[in-house]
């Protein structure tokens, strides 16, 4: 028997969706403790949220908006067969993951240089809610920025398969659930943005 | 059975979700400068809303999905809710 195996394009979308819903709660937990934290350490958050640097913010916004867009466009263009297009626009959203990564080392790095590390010496001395708002906004920001690392390995697995034409316009649901993936992680970011940077 | 069709959105339309993207970004850091007291914590949560309505909607294509993952969307979210809302109770009340 050799036929091509049949492709479940509905299922493996359905299944996709699930797994994002698990993102989702994962990350809804973290917003969830963000907010309990917040009620009991408002002054203290405050203190600390002042000292986000929201440039940085701002700018990652609009590099993972941007991003997200160039993916959204793959999916037409290999809808629409336009395989260079497709190739394209991937590049392009790798390269704003990386610009998003690169933005996050520099961002790290001031906070860190700054003594703002957990379990710093200066954590460690000042008063407690600060210490908690800034272990759940490595925690929150880490996790995202892993998934940012994860979503471009996917995204340049997914431009080297269309290169060799197993993803085609007859079949482009890997690309089209990584792209959902990808979309995923700026959906996340859209409410780590105010919650860190802009609230307090 | 043959399978439907898969819809596809225009360039257009989603450089224009994108434009709105950027709008509603440059609102909520303009918003978050004013002195609006406990009503900034609520614009930046309804104007992060939106701009999470959109790139549902629009980039991961749920405006044009059938109605089971719409269905599932929807017990997300509303297991979301119930947990954050009912932490809320708690927490605020106590």
Not at chain 1, 13 to 33: I, P, R, S, V, Y
Not at chain 2, 36 to 43: A, E, K, S, T, Y
């Amino acid at each position: 028997m050799s036929h091509e195996p049949r492709k479940d394009y509905a299922g493996a979308k359905l299944g996709m969706w699930l797994f994002l819903f698990t993102e989702l709660l994962l990350f809804g937990g973290l917003f969830l403790l963000y907010g309990a934290y917040l009620s009991r350490y408002p002054h203290e958050f405050a203190v600390a949220g002042r000292e986000m640097h929201l440039v940085f913010g701002t700018v990652n916004t609009a590099i993972l908006l941007t991003s997200s867009l160039l993916a959204a466009m793959a999916v037409t263009a290999i809808q629409r067969d336009a395989r260079g297009k497709t190739m394209l626009l991937l590049g392009g959203t790798i390269l704003c993951a990386a610009i998003f990564l690169f933005n996050k080392y520099l961002e790290w790095g001031a906070e860190i240089s700054n003594g703002i590390y957990p379990n710093s010496p200066r954590l460690a001395a000042g008063p407690p809610g600060e210490s908690v708002f800034y272990s759940l906004y490595y925690l929150t920001v880490g996790l995202h920025g892993l998934h940012v690392l994860i979503g471009g390995t996917l995204l340049a697995l997914v431009a080297v398969r269309v290169q060799r034409r197993t993803i085609h316009a007859g079949d482009y649901v890997l690309l089209e659930n990584s792209a959902l993936y990808w979309h995923l992680v700026d959906l996340i970011w859209i409410f780590i943005f105010p919650l860190y940077y802009l609230l307090l | 059975m043959k399978e439907q069709a898969h819809h596809s959105v225009g360039y257009v339309k989603l450089t224009a979700v994108w434009l709105m993207l950027l709008a509603l970004t440059a609102l909520t850091v303009w918003i978050s400068r004013l002195d609006l007291g406990v009503n900034r914590v609520w614009g930046s949560l309804a104007i992060a809303t939106a701009k999470g309505g959109l790139v549902i909607a629009f980039f991961m294509h749920m405006k044009y999905e059938g109605r089971l993952l719409r269905w599932v969307l929807f017990v997300a979210l509303v297991t979301l809710a119930i947990f954050i809302g009912f932490t809320f109770f708690d927490v605020l009340y106590r």
